[in-house]
Structure formats: C-alpha cells, structure tokens
C-alpha cells in the first residue's frame, strides 16, 4: 500500500490545507524529519512529500541515496532553487536547468491550471516555470494571465525512483481559499474597498472569483481531485494498492442536505398587503379587507404576534371557521408542513433552523409559546434536525449561549442542540467561530454569499475553519450553504416559473457530485406559490433532480456527526506482501456502512476479501477501475484480508 510522508518542518497554513485536504481525500499520511524514518518503510510503497514553504535543512542532504533505493517524491518547484541548497541536483540531476517565477500576488490571480479530466482551477500565488532538459513527462498546463503556457507537473524516473515536480504551490492556494482570505474574512481594507453590505457580509460579486464568475466551481475539491489522481498515478506506476476512505455511508457520492431558516412563524405586513390584493382580485372582498387590517395590526409586533398566535394555533378557544381563517391568513406552520411532503417523498430528513425573538431583527415568535414547542416536537418525531439560527448579534458569547439554552429548553431534555446557523449569513471575521466552539456548537452552517449561489469556501465538504490566533484550526465544523432560495430569486433575479433557477441549481448539483460532495440547501418556509409562483414548485423539481442522483439525505447534524466519526476512523500498520493487502482498522464506535476505496496495481485483480475482527463486509462493487468495499464496522480493531490475482486480460494478452 502507498505511504505517504510529509516534510514536518513546514508554514502553519500549509500545514492546515494539507491535514484538510488529506481528512477529505480519507488517504493516511505521516510526517518524517530525517531520511532515518525512512529505514522501516519499503522503498517501493513510499512517497516522500516536500510541499511549498518547507524549510530544508542538513538532513535532506543524504535523500540522494534514499532515492536509489527507489523512494518516490512529490516536491513542489518552488523548492529546487538555488537557495535551497543542492536539492534540485540531489533530486533530478541538473534535469531542470532553467526555473522562473512568473504570476501574481494574492488577490490577484495570476493564471490558470488546466488539468486534463479535472477542470480549469485559478492560481492565487506565484509560481514556477518548469523547462525540462532530461525525458519526462508533462501533465497539465498554467495558463498565465499574461504570458506563454507552462507544464504543471513533470514526472522524472531515475532508476527505481519516481520524482514529481509541481510547479504551483497548491496548498497555500488551497489554504487562501479555506481560510476565506479570497472573501475577505481575514481582511479589514473589504470594508475600505465597499466590499461589504449594510450586514456586514462580504459581497460575492465584488470579489475576485465572483468578478470573473467562478464561485460556482468548488475549487478546493477540484484541487483535490487532482491530489488524489496523482497519488493513484504513483500507485500504479509503483506497482502497489491506493487506499482511501468513501466520503459517505454505502458509497454514495453525494449528500443532500435541505434546510430551513424559520425567521417567521407568521405573515408580515408586507405578505398580508400582497394578500389583501390578491383576495380583492379575485372578488372575495371581506377576506381582502381581513388581510389589510391585519397587515396594519402586524405594524405592531408584540399585540400582532399574540393575535396571530391565538387565531392559528389555538385548539379549543375558537370556533373551526376562525382557526381556518387565522391559519390561512396569518400562520406559517402550513408552509411548513408543505416542505415537509415533498422531503417526505423523497425521505429526506431536514435541519430547521429557529430564530430567537429576544434580540434586534428576532423572529415574531417565542421558543415558549407551547404551539411553537408542538411545532418542535413533531419536527423531531419526523426524524428532522432542530438548530439555532443565531441572532444579528449573536456574535456576542452570551447572546448566543442565552439563545442556545433557550431553544434546548423548548425541547425534551436529552435533545441536544449541537448546529447554529446566523441570521442573514453574518460572520463576524472568524470571532463568530470564537464564540460558537466556546459555546459548545459542533457545526456552523454560514459560510455561504448573501449575493451570490455557489462556493464561498471554495469546498462542498465539512472542514475546520482557521484560526489566525493560533495559526491551527477551530474544533468546529463548517458545513457551508450552497443554494439559497432567496438569493436566487432576489439576488440573481432568475424567475422560479420559467425553471431557469431549476436549471442552475441543477448545474450546482452536478458539480457537487462530481466530486462527491454536501449539497446544502437553504428554503424559507415563508413564501408560498400563490405569492411567489414556482417557489415551492422549484424546490419540489430539485429535490426530485437530486433523487435521481442516488443520494444520501441527511440533516447536516447526521452529517456532522458521520464527518467526526470517519476522521477519527484509524489505519493501522497496513501490508502488500505476495499479492496480498492487509488493511487494518481501529474504530471507536459503530460504523454502520463504511466503505473503502480501493485501486490495485494494473496487473493485479480481485480474488477475493475476508473482514476479520469488527467488521463484517456487507458488498463489493466494481467502479470503473476502483473497488468500493462495504462493511459493518463495530468497535474496536479489524483486519481486511484482499487476495488478488493476475488479470484475466493480463493473461491472455500473454498466451
């Protein structure tokens, strides 16, 4: 099996993006300091890693011998200049004899990186001009933004070694883009440089990915992609297995997680004067006059949200016809209940996220009222996620922590309220993070344009944000937004009724399964057809798109809570001996599903797997060239025993 080591002396951010990177790709890897570690490893299944920024000292002075023993190394060109010593010579033996650094300085983009089966990426920082005298073989191409193009990758072979050079510093660009540097979270001067709204937001559109109209595209997961396609290559032509862990349960390769923000249990003045005029266009004058009353009375919240609260929600002190009149006029829990037919169609479980009323721009309703309480209660029978929607303020700790008991007090005792998603998007830098892990949140669901569908952390994955105090990671778990109803509507101006909204979420969609990804949507249960013809029609359509995909469905706590168990899934000491792979496996709970993906060596093919120890195997599957192995996995440590054989074509081809 391939072992993967990283040069350990290394920049903090590069550090991040790479154990980012490598959770999402589920590929085990290790640091090393001195080529001594290399002793107990075999030359054939080792790739040694000296990613951009690391800090090469006296001890690499020996790698030359190392390589002839037929190590491997990935190695970023920035790192064979001259004031790194020897390194170049030791490494491809004057192969490269002309390097140039070419490109820009963040924000700016300075090309970018066409890679064939993976896409076209934007390049942040400077990078390095490869021209190779010795054979070797180019990959990919940077397309400066002005100037000629140039190889990204070259693969030397020397001997039994294999040297990859990379020629831009991927995972400072991944880093910039996770750390939301591109969105200004880390910067003052987007205030200076009107990049933000009257909430505070970063506009989508006035950064550098939204001006050229790429956050639509997760660029994090394409550079992925290509990490792991190039991992998988050096597999192959070393001769050895490629293991790595399936992002989801069974295999699948998309999650969708439908979401809610209930900033309204019951129709504002605006909704109650559209109502007014729909009602006398359609002759029905009393009910026409009703709404226009209410819409005056809702100019006062508090006596409105009593009034509103008695006439809809109220089970024996009105007649049958008020109730009917006031759920009609008045209560949004209908349109709630409407979402919930069409999840339940598709046996989609859903997050609801609840907004206090007790702070500046709050909801009309209180956790306290008891019909609220039965709202909650049958969401959470229905299997669906109860979380906080964090107030405009609540970046204040004891705002959020206030909200937070609140809300678990309008719930049985044992429902723990584990997401928190803020009010109108609004993180405040990464303070709003601060707050929320010294709050006790698992997960944050935020990181998404008010402006702007799309990308905002470059990645449709849950990862840590960073923290620029400590220079290491929040223990906490971003699970960004990806489509917002309102945003699409309001803010891309694409009309609900003519499908072009269909058609673009649909787009989003299939790039999110194209890498395997969380496609997070956000619906407002506060708009209903008659208002807003085909809003909750498009939704029905992309719920029924994304079935077709063959997804898991899941409430983003489910998510969260699956993401925290499969990073701390262990590998042990793992072996290719004989044409057999060992895989060995440490759990510290129930893993129902868990699959590995595996890539044999070309020649090689399955014979057969035996689980032994805590993990019972439930399929096998066969995706183009990779295995996907299915197991049951229970606490505690198991062993995956993969006999192969020669390929059958393989023989043949012999004979």
């Known amino acids: 099996m391939l072992e993967i080591l990283f040069y350990h002396d290394i920049d903090a951010h590069v550090r991040y993006a790479i154990d980012e990177v490598f959770g999402h790709l589920g590929i085990p890897f290790a640091e090393f300091e001195k080529p001594d570690r290399l002793a107990k490893l075999s030359p054939t299944s080792t790739v040694l890693v000296l990613p951009e920024t690391a800090r090469i000292s006296s001890n690499l002075r020996g790698l030359q011998n190392w390589l002839r023993r037929g190590y491997s190394v990935l190695v970023s060109a920035e790192l064979l200049d001259d004031k790194y010593g020897d390194l170049g010579t030791q490494l491809l033996g004057g192969s490269v004899s002309s390097r140039a650094i070419g490109g820009n300085d963040p924000p700016r983009i300075s090309g970018f990186l066409n890679i064939p089966r993976v896409g076209t990426l934007p390049v942040f920082y400077p990078f390095v001009y490869l021209e190779a005298n010795g054979p070797c073989t180019v990959e990919g191409l940077i397309a400066p933004v002005d100037g000629?193009?140039?190889?990204?990758?070259?693969?030397?072979?020397?001997?039994?070694?294999?040297?990859?050079?990379?020629?831009?510093?991927?995972?400072?660009?991944?880093?910039?883009?996770?750390?939301?540097?591109?969105?200004?979270?880390?910067?003052?001067?987007?205030?200076?440089?009107?990049?933000?709204?009257?909430?505070?937001?970063?506009?989508?559109?006035?950064?550098?990915?939204?001006?050229?109209?790429?956050?639509?595209?997760?660029?994090?997961?394409?550079?992925?992609?290509?990490?792991?396609?190039?991992?998988?290559?050096?597999?192959?032509?070393?001769?050895?297995?490629?293991?790595?862990?399936?992002?989801?349960?069974?295999?699948?390769?998309?999650?969708?997680?439908?979401?809610?923000?209930?900033?309204?249990?019951?129709?504002?003045?605006?909704?109650?004067?559209?109502?007014?005029?729909?009602?006398?266009?359609?002759?029905?004058?009393?009910?026409?006059?009703?709404?226009?009353?209410?819409?005056?009375?809702?100019?006062?919240?508090?006596?409105?949200?009593?009034?509103?609260?008695?006439?809809?929600?109220?089970?024996?002190?009105?007649?049958?016809?008020?109730?009917?009149?006031?759920?009609?006029?008045?209560?949004?829990?209908?349109?709630?209940?409407?979402?919930?037919?069409?999840?339940?169609?598709?046996?989609?479980?859903?997050?609801?996220?609840f907004l206090s009323n007790r702070s500046y721009m709050g909801s009309d309703y209180s956790f306290h009222d008891r019909a609220v309480k039965d709202i909650l209660s049958d969401l959470v029978k229905e299997k669906c996620e109860i979380a906080l929607h964090g107030s405009y303020h609540s970046s204040d700790l004891a705002v959020l922590d206030r909200e937070k008991r609140d809300l678990g007090a309008a719930l049985s005792a044992e429902y723990e309220i584990v997401g928190v998603r803020q009010h109108y998007l609004r993180l405040i830098g990464t303070k709003s993070w601060k707050r929320q892990v010294e709050a006790g949140f698992a997960y944050d669901s935020s990181l998404g344009y008010e402006d702007v569908v799309g990308f905002r952390s470059g990645c449709c994955l849950p990862f840590h944000p960073f923290d620029p105090e400590t220079s290491s990671a929040f223990p906490i778990w971003e699970i960004s937004p990806i489509i917002q109803d309102w945003t699409l509507h309001f803010r891309h101006g694409l009309d609900m009724a003519s499908g072009s909204a269909l058609q673009y979420c649909e787009e989003i969609a299939k790039r999110v399964s194209e890498v395997g990804g969380v496609l997070t949507l956000i619906w407002h249960p506060a708009y209903d057809d008659e208002l807003f013809p085909g809003w909750n029609k498009t939704y029905h359509k992309l719920l029924e798109y994304c079935s077709s995909l063959d997804p898991w469905y899941a409430t983003i706590r489910d998510l969260a809570e699956w993401w925290e168990i499969r990073n701390h899934l262990a590998f042990g000491e793992c072996s290719w001996k004989n044409d057999v792979l060992v895989i060995k496996i440490r759990s510290q709970c129930a893993v129902p599903g868990l699959c590995i993906e595996l890539t044999l060596p070309p020649r090689r093919e399955l014979k057969d797997i035996t689980p032994s120890g805590a993990a019972s195997l439930r399929s096998v599957k066969h995706l183009n060239e990779e295995i996907l192995v299915c197991f049951d996995m229970n606490p505690g440590d198991a062993t995956i025993t993969v006999n192969t054989q020669p390929r059958h074509s393989m023989s043949i081809d012999r004979a």
């Open 148 to 353: 000629t193009e140039a190889p990204a990758f070259c693969w030397y072979h020397s001997g039994r070694s294999l040297v990859v050079v990379y020629a831009i510093q991927t995972f400072r660009n991944v880093a910039y883009i996770l750390e939301g540097c591109e969105a200004g979270l880390c910067s003052q001067d987007t205030i200076v440089r009107n990049l933000r709204d009257v909430h505070g937001n970063v506009k989508g559109r006035e950064t550098e990915l939204g001006r050229r109209g790429l956050l639509n595209i997760p660029i994090v997961d394409y550079y992925e992609r290509y990490l792991a396609r190039t991992f998988d290559r050096i597999a192959r032509e070393k001769n050895v297995p490629f293991i790595r862990k399936s992002h989801f349960p069974h295999g699948k390769r998309i999650c969708i997680c439908p979401s809610h923000d209930v900033d309204h249990l019951f129709k504002n003045s605006r909704m109650l004067r559209m109502d007014s005029v729909h009602e006398a266009r359609r002759g029905r004058v009393p009910a026409a006059v009703c709404c226009f009353l209410l819409a005056v009375l809702s100019l006062s919240p508090k006596l409105f949200g009593r009034v509103a609260a008695t006439m809809s929600i109220s089970e024996h002190a009105f007649p049958h016809e008020l109730k009917l009149l006031g759920t009609s006029f008045l209560s949004m829990n209908y349109l709630i209940n409407r979402l919930r037919e069409y999840e339940r169609e598709f046996r989609a479980p859903s997050t609801f996220f």
